[in-house]
């Protein structure tokens, strides 16, 4: 069965860092494109990043870029987000997303993913 479980959500106050994890089992990442979503209350959820796990490139979406980094570790099927200098508006549950691919210049869609983890809470105080 395949399944993500994301974890390291908690409550930061502005400035802060955390790190979110992405683990994976029952399939290896290697031909997956892992994208992290965000989805405050009342809004739609959007994409902030992903990553070829195998080539390990990645894009970021303008309100994050310089300040979260996506990264993975081979050896343990998992994808990790750095998020540095959080702000109020980051607040969100955040989920991490796979789908089998090659990444090109952007992100995949949201609707393009096919499996999806539970979600971690993110709040930032201010």
């Known amino acids: 069965q395949l399944q993500l479980v994301e974890s390291g959500g908690g409550s930061v106050q502005s400035g802060e860092s955390l790190r979110l994890s992405c683990a994976a089992s029952?399939?290896?990442?290697?031909?997956?494109?892992i994208g992290w979503f965000r989805q405050a209350p009342g809004k739609e959820r959007k994409g902030i990043s992903c990553?070829?796990?195998?080539?390990?490139?990645?894009n970021y979406a303008d309100s994050v870029e310089g300040r979260f980094t996506i990264s993975r570790d081979n050896a343990k099927n998992t994808v990790y987000l750095q998020m540095n200098s959080l702000k109020p508006e980051d607040t969100a549950i955040y989920y991490c997303?796979?789908?089998?691919?090659?990444?090109?210049?952007?992100?995949?869609?949201?609707?393009?993913?096919?499996?999806w983890g539970q979600g971690t809470q993110v709040t930032v105080s201010s």
């Open positions: 997303a796979a789908v089998r691919g090659i990444l090109g210049s952007l992100c995949p869609s949201v609707q393009t993913y096919r499996t």
């Open positions: 029952g399939f290896t990442l290697d031909n997956y494109i």
């Open positions: 990553i070829s796990y195998r080539t390990g490139k990645a």
